[in-house]
């Protein structure tokens, strides 16, 4: 069974278009989301951020893990290739989506965006 995999920025791409101040449906309580990222405020930092507040509007959990940016590509690699699935989402640098992609471990993420009707690319930056 291929694994799911959300890629990139995926849950900074899912908070960015919620509103603030939704109070929490709890739809998603008891989901946790796995994020592997490079340490730093302006990426780590804002994504922890965003994470509470996608925690207080849907109830899912976000838990966000720093590593060096030199480990990301191993660790996000050996994790999805050996089926351990501890990572959700990976934010890594778009060179290494071709060898992600050719071996199978990244999902394209278009049919869930179509199938959302509160997504509206025009306010996603291009």
Do not use: C
Not at 13 to 24: E, I, Q, R, Y
């Amino acid at each position: 069974m291929l694994r799911t995999v959300l890629v990139g920025s995926s849950l900074a791409l899912a908070t960015a278009l919620a509103p603030t101040g939704v109070s929490a449906d709890g739809h998603y309580e008891g989901v946790t989301i796995n994020i592997l990222t490079r340490p730093g405020p302006v990426i780590a930092g804002r994504i922890v951020e965003r994470g509470e507040e996608f925690t207080a509007m849907t109830g899912a959990e976000i838990r966000v893990a720093e590593v060096p940016f030199a480990e990301i590509f191993q660790k996000l690699l050996t994790d999805w290739a050996t089926g351990t699935n501890s990572v959700d989402v990976g934010v890594f640098a778009s060179g290494w989506g071709v060898e992600l992609v050719s071996a199978g471990l990244v999902e394209n993420l278009d049919p869930y965006i179509a199938a959302d009707d509160k997504i509206d690319l025009q306010d996603i930056a291009p």
